[in-house]
């Protein structure tokens, strides 16, 4: 079994920034591909932010060039750095990783509320 663990949401300012971690612990397993989603009140899931084993990185039209996606092999643990904070970024924000264990799997994190105040 893997267990992911989120770390890093916060309350900030408009303009602030805040940084999420999505760490990934068990045993006989590695971290491919990773994402980040979030979800606001009423809204749908939406994808954020995209990192490949080989740390190429995508990113929705909303957040390019504010939200920066890292990772940490050795760690097993994901980052996204985000900066210039908007009230619209408020929701709760979630990983996604997909893991191989013998066979391919898609864990997700707890979720860790960001919210933005104006």
């Not at 079994?1 to 940084?19: D, F, H, N, T, W």
């Not at 391919?104 to 960001?114: A, E, F, M, R, S």
């Amino acid at each position: 079994q893997v267990q992911l663990v989120e770390s890093g949401g916060g309350l900030v300012q408009a303009g602030g920034s805040l940084r999420l971690s999505c760490a990934a612990s068990g045993s006989n397993f590695s971290v491919n591909a990773a994402n980040w989603y979030r979800q606001a009140p009423g809204k749908k899931r939406e994808l954020v932010a995209g990192i490949t084993s080989g740390g190429s990185t995508d990113y929705g039209d909303s957040v390019k060039g504010r939200f920066t996606n890292s990772r940490d092999n050795a760690k097993n643990t994901v980052y996204l750095q985000m900066n210039s904070l908007k009230p619209e970024d408020t929701a709760v924000y979630y990983c996604n990783l997909r893991v191989y264990r013998g066979k391919w799997y898609n864990y997700w994190g707890q979720g860790t509320q960001v919210t933005v105040s104006s």
